[in-house]
């Protein structure tokens, strides 16, 4: 059994920031990629950011240079830093663990977490 659980959300200013983190839990030997998508009102779930063990990060152009991904290997646990934040930011953000290796070799694709929602208003 993996579950992933994420922390962070809330209700932001526009311009401010906010940290999320996500910490998978469970069975695992080992997550390729973890990463972050998000969902507004009305729309489909998009990509933010992913990042791989290897540390190839890919960002959706509507957050370079304003977000930053990192993770914690050991920990499996994955961090969206979002900084100078806008109203479109608004949504529920989800957190992604794809080709999640588990202790007993299984391989194992696309483990989402329940989302967090993040509100940026003034």
């Known amino acids: 059994q993996v579950q992933l659980v994420e922390s962070g959300g809330g209700l932001v200013q526009p311009g401010g920031s906010l940290r999320l983190s996500c910490a998978a839990s469970?069975?695992?030997?080992?997550?390729?990629?973890m990463g972050w998508y998000r969902q507004a009102p009305g729309k489909r779930r998009e990509l933010v950011a992913t990042?791989?063990?290897?540390?190839?990060?890919t960002y959706s152009d509507s957050v370079k240079g304003r977000f930053t991904i990192s993770r914690d290997n050991a920990k499996n646990t994955v961090y969206l830093q979002m900084n100078r934040l806008k109203p479109e930011d608004t949504a529920v953000y989800y957190c992604?663990?794809?080709?999640?290796?588990?202790?007993?070799?299984?391989?194992?694709?696309?483990?989402w977490g329940q989302g967090t929602q993040v509100t940026v208003s003034s």
């Open positions: 992604n663990a794809d080709k999640l290796t588990t202790t007993t070799q299984a391989l194992l694709y696309d483990y």
């Open positions: 469970g069975s695992i030997f080992s997550i390729d990629t």
């Open positions: 990042k791989t063990t290897g540390g190839r990060t």
